[in-house]
């Protein structure tokens, strides 16, 4: 007995535990087909769901009476097959998904209907050569390979597909939620994620369009994030992003992240320039970036506040990152992020004023921006914020008051207490130490050109050795800036553990869905860690280091979508560039030629130093971490 079905009975595990999901508008039920339509509870969005199928033993078609199956929010067929021994029985069903953000509410039962006949008319062999086919084309500008680990390599595939799977990039309606798919938790909505996180994958391993597309998802929400603004007392076009988002409007229910967590409108900031500084689109600044930019400055220029004790600016009660702590003066990742939005604006103003001059006196007039004296605020600003820092320590500090915490290491905490967001009640986590993930050292890795590495490895040893990395974004980061420091046994143990987070099930959370926005993380743990690589003004900075785990290694990306591979061995590094001219390429602060089709081998010299600029400080294990 087989029964092919569309059943509309689906309920909520997560916020609004056992309720009905839509509401059921019409179902029907054919011998060989079905239909049914939903409507979201609170609001008029419709989807259109049509089936067909066929039935074959030994690939005859079976000529069956099906049985009807029908209620209201059910229907579907029961075909009855006799079998005799040896003979194979195979169904092939065909569903097409429509829904009213791409047609008419009132065409969507005859749209859906026909792409669901013209599936069957393909045929199941043809339509899996194409899926096979688009997979191909997908994996071969995105592909890693590891040799001689296979836990490492499973990790690593297991991310890019469930990447890939989860978006497109076709649509500029749509982003990226952070379970993608696979599970109810975050209600498919979108968060900062996608900037600081899924833009750096899909930016080295998609056609431009593709990122170009997530970035005008912000653009479409910008008169939303204005609004948002508005609510909480800002003016004067003063845009505020949501923390958490389907159409623009703020959908988050914690007043310590919607109101403080205002670091996600440097995220959106920062993903515009991560954008122009690898495609060389700088047409898409005058087009769409400049507007969000110029209300982004605008937020920050009037959350910060003059303290005429410190005789400097300050921000006041926010939430960085690190969501175990709430409420705080100047964290240091907000300040630094803050004044960073208010000098790229400017200087993007000036680059679209001297290009397009046109462009920018239409943006003036309808943004009502005050060049003169915004600007001149802006800049006051940034030249006069405040920064935490210890001077004994030589140590930015994560926020005011941090060294008044009782100073423990993540090390010293019980294993049967972890994650102590399962355990501790949240009054005990906000006075520990303890960092959730990536916060101080977020600021780290997004401006990393402005530190040398005795810096960035002061601040690592510190800050990684407070942190219990209970968020799925927080092994990565701190991954790719052990792998800067040259400390590649905790580079191989965090990408290990942001590449496995779900396959292992660190947080014994899998079961409310994967982490799809952290795998990007995995890749740019393997991408930007160990194989070092930047773009900068267009072009690639490579400094590639291999762990002693890993035979070889290799990652295939897109620069400015002409693709490119690099492999890694124990003795050379080997460039591939498949793109029509010569590119110049920095290999261990060496600017090298790559010529079309030809391979570029360089050796390999892990006792050198490749960091900051082009150096990385090798092998620190005898380094202490405890502070």
């Known amino acids: 007995t087989v029964t092919p079905y569309i059943d509309g009975d689906v309920k909520n595990r997560d916020s609004n535990y056992n309720e009905q999901f839509w509401n059921i508008l019409e179902t029907e039920s054919g011998k060989h087909d079905g239909f049914l339509l939903a409507q979201t509870r609170k609001q008029d969005f419709r989807v259109g769901f049509a089936m067909r199928y066929a039935c074959m033993v030994d690939g005859r078609v079976l000529k069956a009476d099906p049985g009807c199956l029908k209620t209201a929010n059910y229907t579907g067929n029961v075909v009855e097959i006799d079998l005799k021994a040896g003979e194979v029985a195979t169904v092939e069903k065909y569903t097409a998904i429509v829904s009213s953000l791409d047609c008419d509410p009132c065409e969507l039962k005859a749209r859906a209907q026909e792409d669901a006949l013209a599936a069957q008319k393909i045929g199941f062999e043809a339509l899996l050569d194409a899926h096979k086919a688009k997979w191909a084309a997908i994996w071969s500008h995105s592909d890693i390979v590891i040799q001689g680990d296979v836990k490492a390599q499973q990790g690593i595939r297991f991310g890019i597909f469930h990447l890939n799977q989860t978006y497109t990039g076709q649509d500029a309606r749509l982003n990226i939620g952070p379970k993608g798919f696979t599970g109810e938790k975050y209600g498919g909505s979108t968060y900062w994620d996608t900037e600081a996180f899924?833009?750096?994958?899909?930016?080295?391993?998609?056609?431009?369009?593709?990122?170009?597309?997530?970035?005008?998802?912000?653009?479409?929400?910008?008169?939303?994030?204005?609004?948002?603004?508005?609510?909480?007392?800002?003016?004067?076009?003063?845009?505020?992003?949501?923390?958490?988002?389907?159409?623009?409007?703020?959908?988050?229910?914690?007043?310590?992240?919607?109101?403080?967590?205002?670091?996600?409108?440097?995220?959106?900031?920062?993903?515009?320039?991560?954008?122009?500084?690898?495609?060389?689109?700088?047409?898409?600044?005058?087009?769409?970036?400049?507007?969000?930019?110029v209300g982004i400055a605008r937020f920050w220029s009037q959350r910060a506040t003059f303290s005429a004790k410190k005789g400097k600016y300050v921000i006041l009660g926010v939430t960085g990152p690190n969501e175990y702590e709430n409420n705080v003066n100047n964290n240091w990742y907000t300040n630094t992020i803050a004044c960073w939005c208010m000098n790229y604006v400017r200087e993007v103003l000036a680059a679209v004023g001297n290009k397009w001059p046109a462009r920018l006196a239409e943006i003036v007039a309808k943004t009502?921006?005050?060049?003169?004296?915004?600007?001149?605020?802006?800049?006051?600003?940034?030249?006069?914020?405040?920064?935490?820092?210890?001077?004994?320590?030589?140590?930015?500090?994560?926020?005011?008051?941090?060294l008044d915490k009782e100073q423990q290491l993540a090390a010293d905490i019980d294993p049967s207490q972890r994650p102590i967001n399962q355990y501790w009640s949240w009054d005990r986590i906000l006075r520990s130490p303890f960092i959730k993930q990536a916060d101080m050292l977020q600021g780290v890795y997004l401006f990393e050109e402005k530190y040398d590495i005795d810096f960035i490895r002061r601040h690592f040893d510190f800050y990684e050795a407070r942190t219990v990395h209970e968020s799925s974004l927080s092994p990565c980061i701190h991954a790719i800036l052990a792998a800067k420091i040259g400390d590649m046994d905790k580079a191989y143990e965090l990408y290990l553990r942001t590449s496995r987070l779900d396959l292992d099930d660190y947080n014994h959370e899998v079961d409310e869905g994967l982490h799809i926005t952290s795998m990007a993380g995995t890749w740019m743990a393997i991408v930007e860690g160990f194989g070092g690589k930047r773009v900068r003004n267009g072009k690639l900075?490579?400094?590639?280091?291999?762990?002693e785990n890993w035979q070889k290694y290799s990652f295939r990306i897109l620069l400015r979508d002409r693709p490119l591979e690099v492999t890694v061995t124990k003795q050379f590094v080997d460039i591939?560039?498949?793109?029509?001219?010569?590119?110049?390429?920095?290999?261990?602060?060496?600017?090298?030629?790559?010529?079309?089709?030809?391979?570029?081998?360089?050796?390999?010299?892990?006792?050198?130093?490749?960091?900051?600029?082009?150096?990385?400080?090798?092998?620190?294990?005898a380094y202490s971490r405890k502070h």
């Open 198 to 293: 899924c833009i750096p994958f899909f930016l080295s391993t998609a056609p431009s369009e593709v990122t170009r597309n997530l970035l005008i998802y912000r653009y479409k929400h910008l008169q939303k994030a204005i609004e948002n603004g508005v609510k909480l007392g800002f003016a004067g076009g003063a845009a505020l992003y949501p923390m958490v988002t389907m159409n623009g409007e703020e959908c988050h229910n914690e007043w310590e992240i919607t109101f403080e967590e205002i670091h996600r409108n440097g995220a959106i900031a920062y993903a515009i320039f991560n954008y122009v500084r690898h495609t060389e689109d700088d047409k898409y600044l005058a087009d769409y970036g400049l507007e969000v930019l």
């Open 541 to 547: 900075f490579l400094s590639p280091l291999i762990h």
């Open 368 to 402: 009502k921006l005050d060049v003169e004296a915004e600007t001149t605020r802006w800049a006051e600003i940034c030249a006069n914020m405040y920064f935490p820092y210890d001077e004994a320590l030589r140590l930015c500090l994560q926020e005011d008051g941090y």
């Open 576 to 621: 591939l560039y498949k793109g029509p001219e010569q590119i110049v390429v920095n290999v261990y602060g060496e600017d090298r030629k790559v010529y079309p089709n030809k391979s570029l081998k360089i050796e390999h010299a892990p006792a050198r130093l490749i960091g900051n600029g082009g150096e990385r400080q090798m092998s620190m294990s």
